[in-house]
């Protein structure tokens, strides 16, 4: 974290002109002005670690010694021997066909995404259209099962009342038996019967994605060969001008170890509150 101090002293230098008391010009009072620079500015904004914060090798953060972490010492040893303090990494590109590169690496890129992306979909429409067969031949087996439990209590009540020749009162118990039975299971039965439909309804709706998704797919498959195709005609003749190994040095990253700091071209790269700072002493022309 920024010490509260430092982020005072820089909000209140970054304001402006600071009016210092009064000075005689021509026997006229005029504003003292104090002129905040680019690097005085820059040095309010340094990131300054508590104590308590920064890691500190060897010691715990209560400050009590603990063991090494590192596996193989003598390996920790040899690395911070070849390891430099300050790690550079050059920044550049190439000027000449940067653009025109970077335009049929992206069509290429995103023909290649295409692909992914159709095949994706594909992949989910089977996977649906799997699930969907599924509950359906569960919803048949319900309907089979709930259908011959029906049926059997049926026939179990007609052979209880008499049969094909019921009297008139095993008729009437025939009638409030059944009439039981089909409160029970003609319900269910409806019920699944309509699931039946819907899923069936949505098979036919996968089945037609499907085929649509296979067709697409067809298309987009083609568009990335001529993508490819146009691509590499495109990189070929950039290259046949001679002007690959062209480049020009944007700058150069660095990263500071023992500090866990970052610098571009030497300017710090700040975090958000160090950037909010920044702006402001930018704004006052200061930067």
């Given at each position: 974290?920024?010490?509260?101090?430092?982020?005072?002293?820089?909000?209140?230098?970054?304001?402006?002109?600071?009016?210092?008391?009064?000075q005689?010009?021509?026997?006229?009072a005029?504003?003292?002005?104090i002129?905040?620079?680019?690097?005085?500015?820059?040095?309010?904004?340094q990131?300054?670690?508590?104590?308590?914060?920064?890691?500190k090798?060897?010691?715990?953060?209560h400050?009590?010694?603990?063991?090494?972490?590192?596996a193989?010492?003598?390996?920790?040893?040899?690395?911070?021997?070849?390891?430099?303090?300050?790690?550079?990494?050059?920044?550049?590109?190439?000027?000449?066909?940067?653009?025109?590169?970077?335009?049929?690496?992206?069509?290429?890129?995103?023909?290649?995404?295409?692909?992914?992306?159709?095949?994706?979909?594909?992949?989910?429409?089977?996977?649906a259209?799997?699930?969907?067969?599924?509950?359906?031949?569960?919803?048949?087996?319900?309907?089979?099962?709930?259908?011959?439990?029906?049926?059997?209590?049926?026939?179990a009540?007609?052979?209880?009342?008499g049969?094909?020749?019921?009297?008139?009162?095993?008729?009437?118990?025939?009638?409030?038996?059944q009439?039981?039975?089909?409160?029970?299971?003609?319900?269910?039965?409806?019920?699944?019967?309509?699931?039946?439909?819907?899923?069936?309804?949505?098979?036919?709706?996968?089945?037609?994605?499907?085929t649509?998704?296979?067709?697409?797919?067809?298309?987009?498959?083609?568009?990335?060969?001529?993508?490819?195709?146009?691509?590499?005609?495109?990189?070929?003749?950039?290259?046949?001008?001679?002007?690959?190994?062209?480049?020009?040095?944007?700058?150069?990253?660095?990263?500071?170890?023992?500090?866990?700091?970052?610098?571009?071209?030497?300017?710090?790269?700040?975090?958000?509150?160090?950037?909010?700072?920044?702006?402001?002493?930018?704004?006052?022309?200061?930067?």
């Open positions: 974290m920024v010490r509260k101090v430092c982020l005072i002293a820089a909000a209140t230098l970054c304001l402006g002109n600071i009016s210092a008391g009064a005689t010009v021509n026997g006229a005029a504003p003292m002005v002129t905040i620079t680019k690097l005085d500015c820059s040095r309010l904004i990131y300054h670690p508590s104590a308590d914060v920064a890691y090798p060897g010691v715990d953060v400050g009590r010694p603990v063991v090494s972490a590192d193989d010492p003598a390996a920790a040893a040899f690395a911070k021997k070849i390891l430099p303090d300050v790690l550079e990494i050059p920044i550049a590109i190439n000027p000449i066909n940067y653009g025109a590169r970077n335009v049929a690496n992206q069509q290429k890129a995103n023909a290649a995404t295409a692909v992914s992306q159709s095949t994706a979909n594909i992949a989910a429409a089977k996977a259209g799997t699930s969907l067969a599924s509950q359906l031949s569960a919803l048949n087996s319900k309907l089979s099962s709930v259908t011959s439990t029906y049926n059997a209590q049926t026939a009540n007609v052979a209880s009342t049969g094909s020749k019921p009297t008139a009162a095993e008729t009437n118990i025939r009638a409030i038996r009439k039981q039975i089909d409160s029970t299971y003609t319900p269910q039965i409806s019920s699944i019967n309509s699931q039946i439909t819907s899923t069936n309804t949505a098979i036919t709706a996968n089945t037609a994605t499907q649509a998704l296979q067709t697409q797919d067809t298309t987009v498959r083609q568009t990335y060969t001529n993508t490819n195709i146009a691509t590499e005609g495109t990189l070929a003749g950039l290259s046949a001008q001679g002007l690959d190994a062209t480049q020009t040095k944007l700058g150069t990253v660095k990263y500071d170890i023992a500090h866990n700091t970052f610098t571009f071209n030497d300017q710090p790269m700040l975090s958000d509150d160090q950037s909010k700072l920044a702006e402001a002493c930018a704004r006052q022309g200061v930067k």
